[in-house]
DNA sequence: AGCCAGGACTGAG
DNA sequence: CTCAGTCATGGC
């Protein structure tokens, strides 16, 4: 069976299990975005506290946070760690926005690409954070990879091309495992926030760095019903 | 006591 | 172009 199918049939079998994960965690674009740049490499119960501090200050907005100075925002995000790379990512998001009167709905009229682009131009800001942002906050479509996503698709002989296996971290470059993922599902927006955050939640259950994804219940049984 | 979490960037070689 | 080193807190 070839990757298209399986990556198909396996987000049944994950929506199945879980259910609709209601993603992204956040009840407005600026607080997904800041979630997102936060999040790097973070758990979210970390980040949690930080987003909770800044709304205290009234900070889930880019405007007030330019006015704001980095050792005040580093203090305050300081649970969800890197504190100081942080708070300097989130003003040159600032910045950046700034250049749009600190309109979401103007930055984000425009195609993908752009938008994509216009993002990873801001330090800070990588591939995977770049598209959390256009994903959750924009709702445009374009499929997030993270390490989970790697891990439990490799772990499962699921990965992009046919280079050959060397490591577990570094295999395949971050755009051939989002071009798989697709090219290999309707390119809907709903679609891809629902498998994202699936896998996600795959990953914290069952696919952490150790005890091995092998003795991933879930995966088991959805790559031996493959 | 480590090890790891919904990464990104830099400088060496 | 690879890749180890760096950034840093809190939970298990």
Known sequence: MNNKRKINIIYRLLFNHFGPQHWWPGNSREEIITGAILTQNTAWANVEKAVHNLKSNNLINFHSLLNTSHSKVA????PSGYFNQKAETLHCFARHLSIYDFDLNRFFNQNILELRNELLSIRGIGRETADSIILYSANKPIFVIDA????IFSRNKITPGSKIIVAEKRKYEYDDW??????????????????HALIVQTGKNFCKTRPLCNQCPLIKVCAESI
């Open 148 to 151: 989970y996503t790697r891990r």
């Open 178 to 195: 989002r071009l798989m993922f697709e090219s290999s599902l309707e390119k809907e927006n709903k679609l891809f926030n629902e498998y």
């Open 75 to 78: 203090a305050l995000i300081k």
